[in-house]
């Protein structure tokens, strides 16, 4: 089985630019949750969606949006870039009752 | 002050040893608990789950759970050079598929040969 899957693995941009990252989750998986890893730092939960319906938004300016996909898939979108935006964006899916998150290996996103 | 504490380590221990990570919390509504591997490069991989006091043992790794204290802990036995990655604690309010998690920042573990 496939795992989950994002894309691109690593991306440059510039400051002001606006990029778009994207997640299929696992086969049969309807949560999607991102999440911002910061070098050195643990992850920080940016959106999680349920059956296409937000069901959670972390503590992140409104530069950041998300969507859900009738397949599941999921798509992050961060306007206005700031050099600060320069982090490892990971991809979680899971099952309705069962235990935990399954992570991509993420997008590296560089702002220059 | 963090929801999530967790010594960032790094830690190096020699290969067959017993590694011991430790986490605390502040938020004592928190009732899931998680360990997470992860390798250079690479996405966080789920190793332990647990959502009672006490412990839990898969193999070579046991997490113990102490609400009272509000402190979790993973121990690896038999350490291998294998388990040389980052290791982070995550918590939740809640358990099923709509529910966030709070991490701490990871310790960087070396296991040497």
């Known amino acids: 089985d496939a795992g989950v899957t994002q894309s691109p693995t690593h991306l440059i941009k510039t400051r002001g630019q606006q990029v778009t990252l994207r997640c299929s989750p696992i086969s049969g998986h309807k949560s999607v949750s991102w999440y911002q890893q910061v070098l050195g730092q643990g992850p920080q939960f940016i959106f999680q969606?349920?059956?296409?319906?937000?069901?959670g938004r972390g503590n992140f300016p409104d530069r950041f949006s998300a969507r859900q996909f009738p397949n599941y898939s999921s798509e992050l979108n961060v306007n206005a870039l700031l050099l600060g935006d320069s982090a490892l964006y990971l991809c979680?899916?899971?099952?309705?009752?069962?235990?935990?998150?399954?992570f991509g290996s993420g997008t590296r996103l560089t702002v220059v | 002050q963090k929801e999530v504490e967790q010594d960032p380590g790094p830690l190096s221990v020699p290969e067959g040893a017993i590694v011991s990570l430790n986490c605390t919390y502040s938020n004592s509504a928190f009732q899931y608990f998680m360990w997470y591997r992860q390798y250079s490069r690479k996405g966080p991989e789920l190793l332990m789950y647990t959502y009672s006091s006490g412990n839990k043992e898969d193999g070579r790794f046991t997490a113990q759970v102490d609400k009272s204290s509000k402190y979790i802990s993973l121990f690896i036995r038999d350490s291998q050079p294998s388990d040389s990655a980052t290791y982070l604690c995550?918590?939740?309010?809640?358990?099923?598929?709509?529910?966030?998690?709070?991490f701490g920042t990871g310790t960087l573990l070396a296991v040497q040969p």
């Open positions: 995550a918590m939740s309010l809640y358990g099923g598929a709509t529910n966030k998690l709070i």
């Open positions: 979680a899916s899971s099952m309705v009752g069962r235990e935990g998150y399954t």
């Open positions: 969606y349920y059956e296409k319906e937000e069901r």
